[in-house]
């Protein structure tokens, strides 16, 4: 295994135990709702393996899907996250994806906001349909969809600082 990897899995395993443990039990007024284990799939190596990806996505939904009780919902939303990805970076980065060298963990620029801004709304959406699935709630799909996204992207640009590699 090498230290990528290693990073990898100890990343998949922080972000997930601080959801389930710490971001599960934020529940304001039934609206907010962070999801900040989705920042492995943001934060995944750009020239990383598009299988490994997508069998971590999986893994990473399953395991909520586990603690949360939610039938399958994350699942969904992780796997369709993880096949949008590479679609988003050509979107948000352009001709810097083209040549692979994109890095999340750099200072905050307006590519690197729509990137994860975009990936978030994605996930919420999809997550949040699947979860009520019937259009009757629509307007409280969109607000819950909406408020949450805000505060999932807030929690994940400062954890994004929090577990920034240190130059070397």
């Given amino acids: 295994m090498n ?13 997930l135990a601080a959801q389930v443990v710490i971001f599960n039990n934020f529940n304001f007024m039934g609206y907010i709702n962070p999801y900040s284990y989705i920042l492995f799939i943001i934060l995944f190596p750009v020239n990383g393996n598009k299988y490994a990806l997508l069998t971590a996505s999986f893994l990473l939904g399953i395991t909520m899907d586990l603690f949360c009780n939610s039938g399958g919902v994350h699942t969904v939303a992780c796997l369709l996250l993880a096949f949008v990805r590479p679609s988003l970076f050509k979107f948000s980065f352009g001709l810097s994806y083209e040549y ?40 409280d799909i969109i607000l819950r969809t909406i408020i949450s996204t805000l505060f999932t992207i807030i929690i994940c640009i400062l954890l994004i600082y929090l577990i920034k590699p240190s130059k070397r």
């Fill in 100 to 139: 692979q060298t994109v890095r999340l963990n750099d200072v905050l620029t307006p590519e690197r906001f729509s990137f994860i801004f975009l990936s978030v709304v994605i996930h919420h959406l999809t997550l949040f349909v699947l979860e009520v699935f019937t259009f009757e709630y629509l307007w």
């Fill in 3 to 15: 230290s990528a990897m290693l990073f990898n899995l100890a990343r998949f395993i922080l972000l």
